[in-house]
């Protein structure tokens, strides 16, 4: 009856997935980790009349598998498929040497459009559960509530939060039919899914950024013919030009409190990097060399400022310190590191280094200076940090093709997310929702 | 070599001026503004530039061989330069000396066309990060206007703007495509 169900259930959602995928960009894993912890998680019996829009167990398995510390088993190799307790056999999965075991029903609710959705984890070997929740959500937001199953499981196996609620920015470039350049906007959940376009322009597009709140992004555009910062609310695509001074407008980053942004501005001849007050529209000066300067960074805690400069030659990554305002220089292995990004706790800078002609992703520790080289393709860019601090997304190509890979910090996980309809780039990964 | 053909061409713009109507010693005065308008250490081409250029243009050079270059004045205010592309060195914003020619056949025109716009556009290719890019065509930009303010032309005519590497010229990822695409556009 159940199993009917969820054939029923499956079949209807292999449909939807179909349908979307053409648009979305699509997850392959690149390189996983040998001692990720094997958890089963067993298709959701759907308790209901008509067939369910998604298929909430694959959308878990599949956010569980691209952390790289989890290896969900296939579900061709499961023996039965249990959806509560008295359902579980626990020979059968100690059997298939797994740790863990996720099992859940959906079900209508009391209120008419409302789904209930349980769900269970249970330690294989003490054959107890150590997690379970019931929590609802209508059919528009099984996606949402996927994620958030998947943010759960995640923590209380592996003590991180989990970022799978999380979202990304980027753009895609494609040629139209007249072979004019395409620059798209896009919002999508962190597995690349319900992807939405917001702004669409013929003119280039840059430097996504997310506020703290994770509703507004800013943004360079050239779509007046010159480059401008933009600030827009990502739910309700109200946008404002913020900045259009002579020469650059760029590299916007916001301040850990939302209520500044560092920008790069050529207007006073050379490009630097300024601070603008968001509620009083005060430009404030912050560094002043000849060289270039540029891709500033706010850390965690406000008191800093990461940047790149080309003052000793090439582009090296500096950090200037606000209260004190005085500059020091964090890169000097290599003639190219450029676009530095905190860790969330800030005790790490990820950017783009230039290794014997080709740009990678490294990784540099504060305190003892010691690089590590996290990619493998050539001409890697943007780095962007999960808010978890476990995974960064950045930029690459294939072939003319651009595309997005993660790596996770300890560059032993790798997934490539790419879209099959355009150029991707300049990836920015949200901070947590916190609605 | 190269300072003797470059002293050459500066000679050159020096006669345009002069036959354009402007003062003996525009051509000097404007690169002293120039100099004083920029931070000095930001161009170091421009600065050089101008020292050899002050060797270069004597009164006594001046009188030499005027009926020649009156013709070839005449030839190059005609008609807009054909040439609106020079090109760069990978991180770098200095103007190469093989572009040297090509710019200054658009001071003489930009000089005696006072009333002719152009718009410096800066590119970078598509190695590095964006924003660095964007920051070095605009360089690249403000390299071959602080050029043009040096050698005379009213900074009004001139504007900047940067792409990086958002609009490259041509399209691959070799050192053939890169070379193409690390330039300014001078477009009128």
Redesign the interface.
Known sequence: MCVRNWLKAAAFSLLCFVQQAVADLTIEITQGNDRATPVAVVPFAWLGQSGLSEDIARIVSDDLERSGLIRPLSRTEMLSLPSQKSEIFFRDWSLLKQDYLLVGQIRPSASPGVLTIQYELYDVVRQTRVLGEVISGKPSELRSRAHYISDQVFEHLTGIKGAFSTRLAYITVKKDAASQSKYELKVSDADGRRERTILTTYK?I??PAWSPDAQHLAYVS?ETG??GIFLQNVYTGKRRQLTAFR??N??PAWSPDGKKLAV?L?KD???EIYEVDLTSYKVKRLTQH?A????PEWSPDGKHILF?S?RSG??QIYQLNLISGETERLTFEGS?N??ARYSPDGTEIYF?H?SNGI?HIAAQELANNRLRILTQT??D??PSVSPNGSMLIYAT?EG?RGYLGAVSVNGQIRYSLPSQLADVR?PAWSPFLTN | MEFKKYSKTLFFGATLAILAGCGGNAATQDQEEGAAG??T??QPVITSDGSSSDSAITGEQMGQDVENLEEKAEEVVAAMPEIETIYFDF?TSSIRADSREVLDMHVAYLRVNSDAKVVLEGHAD???????N???G??RA?AVKSYFQVQGVNSDQLE?????E??AAV???NNAAWSKNRRVEIQY
């Open positions: 280039p840059l430097s050239f010159r480059p020469g650059l760029g590299a790069v050529s001849g050379n490009p000849y270039i300067e540029t891709e790149t080309s090439g582009p190219y450029a676009r783009v230039r740009f050539p001409l860019e943007s190509q003319s300049e | 920029t931070d250490e930001v991180d598509e190695r590095g990060t964006r924003e660095y964007m920051a070095l605009l360089r403000n900047v703007v940067s792409y990086g958002e609009k399209m691959g990822h």
